[in-house]
């Protein structure tokens, strides 16, 4: 096995396994609390949407651990989807179990910059990568104008 592809699902499970801390429970009672129902995938929705988000990301992570560590950039990528994947994860607990919702759409924004960053990156070092990530950034259109939408609608 290849040290990229150890390397890639290692990130992807850690980061995973923080989201899941950082949620905690009651996942399906509080998107269900939410005003913006109309606006919102269903709960399976979003487990496919995380599902594209974690392939997305170790493809992402393993064509940057596949390129020679002395490749110009390829830590500053490296270091960009982590911060990527650690933002969403983070997102979850104020999403979650702060209930902050301005919080909430100012992180997304926040995260948004960094996926543009790290798409701009990709497209300079690894094309494939950035190909990834595309649809990604397309998704984080609606993400962000969600984000907008259930801090509006919804109480504090």
């Known amino acids: 096995m290849s040290n990229a592809l150890v390397y890639s699902l290692g990130l992807c499970a850690v980061s995973l396994a923080l989201e899941g801390l950082c949620a905690g429970g009651g996942i399906r009672q509080r998107l269900a609390e939410l005003r913006t129902s109309l606006y919102m995938p269903p709960l399976w929705g979003w487990i496919v949407i995380g599902l594209f988000y974690y392939v997305m990301c170790f493809a992402v992570l393993y064509r940057l651990f596949s390129l020679p560590p002395s490749t110009a950039w390829r830590y500053a990528g490296l270091g960009l989807v982590t911060a990527l994947m650690l933002t969403n994860a983070f997102w979850n ?3 979650f ?6 919080h909430v759409f100012l992180i997304g924004l926040a995260y948004t910059a960094v996926a543009i960053a790290l ?20 998704y984080l259109c609606f993400a962000n104008w969600w984000g907008y939408k259930v801090w509006k609608l919804d109480p504090l």
Not at 119 to 138: K, Q, S, V
């Open 93 to 95: 607990f104020f999403f």
């Open 97 to 102: 179990r702060t209930q902050n919702l301005l």
């Open 119 to 138: 798409f701009c990156l990709l497209l300079r070092l690894d094309r494939t990568a950035a190909i990834w990530l595309a649809p990604y950034l397309l």
